[in-house]
């Protein structure tokens, strides 16, 4: 009893710098946001004005609306192409998949500032490919503008798509061989087979990264802040315009704007949980 007790004892303390890590980093932080959030501009007085100033002002109610859009938008078309491209990755020899892989591992890893003056330098005003088409007369990037509402979902799309890649491949691996065999003998045609069992196969796969690339569309800072600065209005960038501007330095207001983005976090870690639930019978 004592040799276990000791051996529990000698865990626990390995985990202590873990724990005083969590607690140092991300729970100290979230309950200084939240607690901030219920100040006033002065700092002392206790109130929610700081919430009922973002519910009635237009200007963050639309940072809000396009946060959720970007991310709508970029999370749906991400794992469109995902799911297609991780099909046709499957298609290939087992040793191009792992280099193929490989690749989505080190993109899925390429964002934020490097990401947004990559696509500048490629597709910027005086970017390489754009000045190349120019030159040899098939300007097809004429009507295309990079700091644009469009270029900006362009580039979350980018960096996107990778993690998605990398998180639908592996459900694939599910779908045995011998499952369209049966299907094929039973009078199943390809179709058939992915609409009744491919498809719910992998449903709970594309559910779980949906909500993986939504929360990471909505705090994505450095890449939006590269590319448009504060052209335009997004949850991210008006929260650090407000905690760490050199204009208007309100951080009480930040923090109630980091509450409900934070909220709107755990809402889709939520949506997904319940979506997980109604598709796979093991965690009912």
């Given amino acids: ?6 051996q529990k004892i000698y865990l626990l303390a390995l985990l202590l710098p873990f724990i005083m890590f969590v607690i140092g980093f991300e729970i100290g932080p979230l309950v200084a946001m ?9 700092g002392i ?6 919430y009922i100033t973002i519910f009635k002002s237009k200007f963050y109610l639309q940072a809000i609306q396009n946060s959720l859009v970007i991310s709508l938008f970029s999370a ?13 990755i499957t298609k290939f020899s087992q040793k191009i998949q792992n280099r193929l892989l490989m690749i989505a591992n080190m993109t899925s890893n390429f964002e934020g500032i490097p990401l947004s003056f990559s696509f500048i330098i490629l597709l910027g005003n005086n970017g390489l490919f754009t000045l190349l088409f120019s030159k040899i007369g098939g300007d097809v990037f004429a009507d295309f503008n990079l700091y644009s509402w469009t270029g900006l979902i362009l580039v979350y799309i980018y960096f996107q ?5 990398m998180l639908i491949y592996p459900s694939y691996q599910g779908i045995k061989k011998q499952w369209k065999e049966a299907s094929s ?3 199943g045609s390809t179709l058939s ?3 009744h069992i491919g498809i719910p196969v992998l449903l709970p796969s594309i559910v779980g990264t949906f909500s993986i690339l939504f929360a990471n569309s909505m705090g994505a800072y450095a890449t939006a802040y590269a590319l448009v600065g504060s052209n335009y209005n997004l949850l991210s960038l008006q929260i650090a315009s407000l905690v760490a501007s050199d204009v208007a330095l309100k951080p009480q207001l930040g923090s109630a704007m980091g509450v409900l983005l934070a909220a709107t976090m755990i809402g889709a870690m939520w949506f997904n949980e319940r979506m997980m639930r109604r598709i796979r019978r093991d965690l009912r």
Avoid at 1 to 6: C, L, S
């Fill in 185 to 187: 003998l039973l009078g």
């Fill in 193 to 195: 087979f992915w609409l």
């Fill in 34 to 42: 939240i607690k901030n959030s219920f100040y006033a501009d002065d």
């Fill in 161 to 165: 798509i990778p993690l998605a890649i």
């Fill in 1 to 6: 009893m004592r040799k276990i007790k000791k």
């Fill in 45 to 50: 007085q206790v109130t929610i004005d700081q």
């Fill in 76 to 88: 749906v078309t991400s794992v469109i192409i995902a799911v297609i491209a991780a099909y046709s």
